[in-house]
C-alpha cells in the first residue's frame, strides 16, 4: 500500500482543494475541487494528468469544477450515495463501510451525516491522511446545514474513532476563527491556549494551519471534546454528549 503525495491548493476566499497522487499507478485525483482553473494550474505545475474527483458532499464550493474537469480529462467522479442527484458528473456512488481504491492507494468511506445530509469521508489509512470535508475542522466542525446535532456528534464520534497520527485535511482555513471561539469555551485549556498563539503566528505569515492530527484535536477541539464531564457540567447537560454539542455549536452559530 503506497502513500500518497498530497498537495494542497488554495482556492476562493478560504477553501482547499487537494490533488492526490499515488506514485505507484500514476492515479491522481481532486478532492473537491471547487472551481477548474486552480486544479488545472496545480497540475500543469505538477505534470500530472487527473483521473479522479473525490467528492465529500454537494455544494457548489466542493463540487463547482467536476464537469469542466470531467470534459477536460474524462476522469472519474466519485461521490456520496446518499447525495447521488446532487453531485454534478457522478460516476461511482461510495457509502459508509466501502472502500475506494485509487491506484494502490485505498481509502476507507464513512458516512458523515450533519453538515448536509449525505456527507462523506475519505480516510486513506497508508497515508495517515483523512479529507473530511465541512465535517471536521481544524479545532472546529461544520454547520449542521440539514442534520442534527445527534447526526453529527455520531459522523464526529466516527472520526474520532482513528488512530490519533491521522491528519485531518479539511475543505476550509477556518482555524483561527475557530481557536478564538474554543477559547470561550475553555478558558483555560493550556493546549487550547498555546495552539491557539501558534495559529496567530502562522496567520501573520499566511501560512496555512491544515492539516493537523486528531492528537491535537482531542485536546483542543471543543467539539470533538461534548463527551468530557466538565464539559457537559459547564454547559449544563452532564452525562449527556449530544446536548453538550448542540449547546457549544449552537454558541458557535452565534460568535
Known sequence: MSELVIRQIPA??????????DEASGAVAAVDPSDAEPVRQALAKEGWRLTHILNTHHHNDHTGGNLELKAETGCIIVGPRADHDRIAGIDVD???GDTYALG??????FDVPGHTRGHIAFWFEG???????????????????EGTAAQ?????????????????????EYTQANAKFALTVEPDNRALIDRAARIDAMRAENKSTVPGTLAEEFLTNPFLRAD???LQLAEGSPG???????????????F
Do not use: Q
Not at 497515508?127 to 446545514?145: E, N, Q, V, Y
Not at 453529527?152 to 479539511?170: D, G
Open 127 to 145: 497515508s495517515r491522511a483523512l479529507f473530511c470535508g465541512d465535517t471536521l475542522f481544524i479545532m472546529g466542525c461544520g454547520r449542521t446545514f
Open 104 to 109: 494502490t492507494a485505498v481509502a476507507k468511506v
Open 240 to 254: 449527556d454528549p449530544v446536548a453538550t454539542f448542540a449547546a457549544i455549536r449552537l454558541k458557535k452559530d452565534k
Open 12 to 21: 476562493r476566499r478560504d477553501n482547499y482543494i487537494y490533488l492526490l497522487r
Open 152 to 172: 453529527m456528534w455520531n459522523s464526529l464520534s466516527k472520526l474520532k474513532a482513528l488512530p490519533p497520527e491521522t491528519r485531518v485535511f479539511c475543505a476550509h
Open 228 to 230: 468530557l464531564p466538565a
Open 94 to 96: 461510495v457509502g459508509d
